[in-house]
Every structure is written in structure tokens, then in C-alpha cells.
């Protein structure tokens, strides 16, 4: 089999360093996610948070840009792509934002980590992609644990927020396969950078000029609409630093951990509930999650 993608000539204290950058930008987006349930309370929109949230972490890619020395530019139809990826970005992580407004976090976050089911079911329908007997089942679990975590306080659960959710499982798949498919020669770097561009380039006039952003009524709501925003960015440079050193597939790996972060955190800072039955769908979930994504580790070997 190949190796992974020319990464595994990276010594193993290396690995290991790329491997962290990695868990540590998970725990980056899982603690800006965890932030905005603060941003809201304060009378902040969904809206209003994926704009500012690319404000800022577009800055913080260019500066990563031209410390590493890389340009940014990309050819004009790789260019016309990730634009309309960033497009593709800017409403699925508003459909996220406003799922977070409407049903807690911890489901929130499990419903759109369905999107590598997604992914595997659009690449069979799609492109005839094989189905193996592993991807079936692990299908199935994240399936049944997603259901199995719906169930808890149905009666109280908001049916926007959980369309919301899988909304942004949806847009998430879509960016995913795109990337793979469309632009896969790009640097990641310059893909971030345009996409980033076209989120601003929308949402700025769509909802600014329109008087729909909406913004903290309190210092504590600046502070974690900041404070997400410089966790994003973060996040994002980690994440790129993993990609450059271990490579999309390990780096892949570690970020399985951000939704069980997420909910770790929802559950001890917001004070949301653990239930059995909650618990249970979200070990499906996860363990199916993280099984895929050693199996393309084994795949690319």
C-alpha cells in the first residue's frame, strides 16, 4: 500500500507535536462553540457571530501566510471555486450557530458530526464509491446513536434547531467533497483564505445593511464573541500547522475528538444533562466516527 500520503518519512517527536496541534485546534473550536451559548445570552445573533468570527480569523490566516512565506493566490477557477465554497461555508456554519441558539450544545454538535456518513453515502450515490461492510455498519451506529440521543426530552426539543444541525451536517458533506474532488491540488492555506473572503463578501451586505446582525448587549458577550473568534482563528492555524506536519488523514484522526470536547464542556460549564441514553448515542456516534477514521489510516498505508 502507499504511505500516507508521503507523511510517514516525519519522525515520530514530530508526529506527535502534529498530532497535538491537531487536538489542540479541536479543543479550540470546542471551546469557541461552547463560548458562543454566552455570545447569545447577551442578545448577539448567529448571524452576528460567523461574521465577526471571519473578521478575525481571516487576518490571522494572512499573517500565518506571510510568516510561512506562502502566497495566497490560487488560478482563476480554483479561485471561482473556493469562493463558492465559501459561500457553501458561511450558511452551514450559520445553520450551526443557529441550531446552538435553539437545542443544546452537545446534540447540536452530535447531529452535525453525522456529515462523514454524508460524505460516504453521497460518494456511493454520486460516484459509485464502494460500500464496505465496516462503512455499512459504522453508518448505521452514528445513525442509531443520533436517534437514541433525539429521544431524550423530545417533548421539549426544538425541531428547528435539530433541521438547523443537520442543515450544517449537510453543507459541511458538501465543502468536504468539493475540496476533495474539485480542488484538491490547492493549498489549504489559499482555499481558507478565499473562502473566508467570500463569507465576509456575503454576509457583511446581506445582513448588515439590512439591520439583521445583532450585537452583545454586554461586556461578558464581546469578551466571548472575541474570545470565540480568537479561538477559531487558532484553531485554524493549528489545524493547518497538523496538515503541513502529519498530513489530512492523522490530522483528521485528532479532530474526532471535537465533539466529544464539546460535549465534555457543555456538560460542565453550561450545566447541560447527561443522561444514559444521551451518553449512549454519543458513544455510537464517536466510536463510529473515529472507527472510519482510522480505517482510511489503514486505507492509505
Known sequence: M?????????????RWLGFGFALTAALCYSTGTIFASTVFESGANAQTLVAIRASIVLPAVLIYAALAGRSVMLPRRERAFALALGVVTAFQQLSFYMSI?????????LCEYLYPVIV????????????TALK?????????????????????????????AFGSAVGA?????????????????????????????????????????????????YAALVGMA???????????????IIGPT???VAQTGEPLFTMAMAIVIL?????????????????????????RVRQVR
Do not use: Y
Open 101 to 109: 441558539e435553539r437545542i443544546p450544545v452537545s446534540l447540536a454538535i
Open 136 to 164: 455499512i455498519c459504522c453508518i448505521l451506529a452514528a445513525m442509531a446513536g443520533v436517534a437514541i440521543a433525539l429521544q431524550v426530552d423530545m417533548d421539549r426539543l426544538n425541531l428547528f434547531g435539530v433541521l438547523f
Open 2 to 14: 502507499t504511505s500516507m500520503g508521503g507523511f510517514d518519512h516525519v519522525p515520530f517527536a514530530r
Open 271 to 295: 450545566g447541560e444533562a447527561l443522561t444514559l441514553q444521551r451518553a449512549a448515542g454519543a458513544a455510537l456516534v464517536i466510536g463510529a466516527l473515529f472507527t472510519l477514521q482510522l480505517w
Open 120 to 131: 460516504l453515502l453521497s460518494m456511493r450515490v454520486i460516484f459509485g464509491e464502494a460500500l
Open 250 to 252: 492523522r490530522t483528521a
Open 173 to 221: 458533506s458538501v465543502r468536504l467533497i468539493a475540496n476533495g474532488w474539485l480542488l484538491r491540488s490547492a493549498d489549504p492555506i489559499k482555499l481558507m483564505v478565499h473562502m473566508l473572503i467570500a463569507i465576509l463578501a456575503v454576509f457583511w451586505p446581506l445582513f448588515g445593511f439590512a439591520g439583521l446582525l445583532s450585537f452583545p448587549q454586554t461586556g461578558i458577550g
Open 230 to 244: 480568537v479561538l477559531n482563528g487558532t484553531g485554524t492555524i493549528l489545524a493547518l500547522s497538523a496538515l503541513k
